[in-house]
T-cell receptor
Framework: AQKVTQAQTEISVVEKEDVTLDCVYE???????LFWYKQPPSGELVFLIR??????QNEISGRYSWNFQKSTSSFNFTITASQVVDSAVYFC??????????????FGKGTHLIIQP | NAGVTQTPKFRVLKTGQSMTLLCAQD?????MYWYRQDPGMGLRLIHY???????AKGEVPDGYNVSRLKKQNFLLGLESAAPSQTSVYFC?????????????FGPGTRLLVL
């Protein structure tokens, strides 16, 4: 079973629309961290946010916001008033205590977001 | 401060050829990782290292070998390349490998095996 599921393979919206990228995770640990990375067409991986399992407060950074809900094991990412520059592949990732971090990150398969002008 | 760098950026190999991918970091990080990214698969961990002279297998280690002779370098070797190893390879590092640490990624190496 996938530990990190990003069910939306591709999303296409028109510029200025709001869009939410879903991330559902699975872990038996009580201590874990969740991450979002952005991969623009240039290919590099850009860190966006980190959230620990004990902090369920929503996070907002400009047009970006994240909703963490332990009850549904979800860590969703919303872009408000999307822009063409937001077009990228977005990855959700999990870091668990069981591996002590040494096992690296477990990534979802990514969501390809296309913002049409 | 270059962060994490990878060499080469792009390479084409024929089946059976060998090559080494080099990852270097200048942040004095203890932990280093090699991932591969395939279409629709996300990133998967190949091997990792918790410090100089140590390596360990990740999720998809078959067909690869690694070495960490110096703290700042982590090498990924393909002894006999196969078309299934066509992928984009990312190196990453983190200070002490703790679960809360952000991993810093290199720019990636695109490998095509014919």
């Amino acid at each position: 079973a996938q530990k990190v599921t990003q069910a939306q393979t591709e999303i296409s919206v028109v510029e200025k629309e709001d869009v939410t990228l879903d991330c559902v995770y699975e872990t038996r640990d009580t201590t874990y961290y969740l991450f979002w990375y952005k991969q623009p067409p240039s290919g590099e991986l850009v860190f966006l946010i980190r959230r620990n399992s004990f902090d369920e407060q929503n996070e907002i950074s400009g047009r970006y916001s994240w909703n963490f809900q332990k009850s549904t094991s979800s860590f969703n990412f919303t872009i408000t008033a999307s822009q063409v520059v937001d077009s990228a592949v977005y990855f959700c990732a999990l870091s668990e205590a069981a591996g002590g971090g040494a096992d690296g990150l477990t990534f979802g398969k990514g969501t390809h977001l296309i913002i049409q002008p | 401060n270059a962060g994490v760098t990878q060499t080469p950026k792009f390479r084409v190999l024929k089946t059976g050829q060998s090559m080494t991918l080099l990852c270097a970091q200048d942040m004095n990080h203890e932990y280093m990782y090699w991932y591969r990214q395939d279409p629709g698969m996300g990133l998967r961990l190949i091997h990792y290292s918790v410090g100089e002279g140590t390596t360990a297998k990740g999720e998809v280690p078959d067909g690869y070998n690694v070495s960490r002779l110096k703290k700042q370098n982590f090498l990924l070797g393909l002894e006999s390349a196969a078309p299934s190893q066509t992928s984009v390879y990312f190196c990453a590092s983190s200070p002490r490998g703790r679960i809360q640490e952000t991993q810093y990624f290199g720019p990636g190496t695109r490998l095509l095996v014919l």
